[in-house]
């Protein structure tokens, strides 16, 4: 959001900026990973799987190391619903759709 930098309003300050879907976290993967091309067999929600434990199960299935998985997924248990659309006053922002704005960053990646 370079726009951001131009605009005296902003400095300072921080924003919380949207899209268009309001989507919980299971659909955002299930979305995203139609647009990689990779199909889930199932999601399992583990209630019992602490931050901990789920940092070092990413860490052995993936080259993210636990010490960094572990504020984000204990960032998951916070919805993020944008409740202060103060942004769009100061500076016009098209939204896209979650698949949308996923496409993108897709494409930009290959």
Request: no cysteine; aromatic share 8%; proline share 5%.
């Amino acid at each position: 959001m370079a726009k951001a930098l131009e605009v005296e309003q902003t400095k300072g300050k921080t924003f919380d900026i949207g899209g268009l879907d309001k989507l919980n976290y299971k659909e955002m993967m299930l979305q995203y990973s139609k647009i990689i091309n990779k199909r889930f067999l199932k999601i399992i929600i583990l209630p019992f799987l602490t931050p901990r434990l789920s940092s070092y199960w990413v860490e052995l299935i993936t080259p993210v190391k636990a010490s960094l998985a572990r504020p984000l997924i204990e960032s998951l248990k916070s919805e993020s619903v944008i409740k202060d659309n103060q942004i769009k006053k100061l500076i016009p922002i098209q939204l896209k759709a979650f698949k949308e704005a996923m496409s993108m960053t897709q494409n930009q990646n290959e």
